[in-house]
């Protein structure tokens, strides 16, 4: 059963309309017709069963016949602080990080980052729309964000009320995220009351030593991703990946 998403506004008690692009796709690429039967998200985890109604060139109507007891939601928020990247790399991390779970993207501004790419970045629209594709295609109950980039003291600032800060660093050595939760577990932590995860990623050129102790400041993880260097696009994967297996819903929920 095909999905979509529609904004809140949009959706009545007993109605729905999708507008925009996405009525294209419906008709022409779809071919889907009226009376058969869809899942309609209000792009804020709400889901609803529904039949469409009619189309036309500028909306496709619905008939909502149900609320949808669905949620396909990670019970760990991931945010992911992303040192800005060159060229089409964050359309990938966006994509692949959205399919994994993650519940927003903040790209940020750190001391190796590129200085044409500070001023250069305006792609906030296509990256949000990349998102809201592989949510369709991952069927999320949520559709994350990609956010405006932030200066790395906002990032601190905005990373000091998670419950947990996690920093891949290709110069840490012998402690990974598994031998973090390990140690959490020891101390008695009580792993289910982590509930917000920020995962910062630095770019091409890596994170600056100062910028790692400052990160220590504020109670972040240092941690290794193994004894092989990533690429900026693949160490945001494989520390959500580990997380989500860890913490959250990957590989099912026992």
């Known amino acids: 059963m095909h999905k979509f998403f529609t904004p809140k506004e949009l959706i009545s008690e007993n109605i729905a309309k999708i507008i925009g692009e996405d009525v294209k796709h419906i008709i022409k690429v779809l071919r889907i017709e009226a009376g058969e039967k869809v899942v309609l998200n209000d792009c804020q985890g709400t889901e609803y069963l529904a039949v469409i109604?009619?189309?036309?060139?500028?909306?496709?109507?619905?008939?909502?016949?149900?609320k949808l007891d669905v949620?396909?939601?990670?019970p760990v928020k991931i945010h992911l602080y992303q040192g800005l990247p060159k060229a089409q790399k964050m359309d990938l991390i966006v994509q692949k990080g959205t399919e994994l779970g993650i519940s927003d993207f903040i790209p940020v501004i750190?001391?190796?980052?590129?200085?044409?790419?500070?001023?250069e970045f305006k792609k906030l629209d296509r990256l949000n729309r990349i998102a809201l594709e592989a949510a369709k295609q991952s069927k999320r109950s949520i559709v994350p964000k990609v956010l405006e980039p932030i200066s790395f003291d906002e990032a601190?600032?905005?990373?000091?009320?998670?419950?947990?800060?996690i920093v891949p660093y290709e110069n840490a050595e012998g402690f990974g995220i598994k031998s973090l939760i390990n140690k959490l577990r020891e101390e008695n932590a009580t792993l289910n009351e982590i509930s917000e995860v920020g995962i910062f990623i630095g770019p091409e050129g890596g994170i600056e030593e100062d910028e790692i102790l400052k990160l220590k400041e504020i109670g972040?993880?240092?941690?290794?991703l193994g004894n092989r260097i990533l690429r900026t696009e693949t160490a945001g994967f494989t520390a959500a990946s580990l997380i989500q297996y860890e913490l959250g819903d990957l590989g099912g929920i026992i």
Not at 53 to 66: A, D, H, M, P, Y
Not at 156 to 165: A, C, F, T, V
Not at 220 to 224: N, S
């Open 110 to 119: 750190t001391l190796r980052v590129d200085v044409k790419l500070k001023g």
């Open 53 to 66: 109604s009619s189309t036309s060139k500028q909306e496709v109507e619905f008939e909502i016949l149900e």
């Open 220 to 224: 972040a993880h240092i941690v290794t």
């Open 156 to 165: 601190l600032e905005s990373m000091k009320e998670l419950d947990l800060i």
């Open 71 to 74: 949620n396909n939601e990670s």
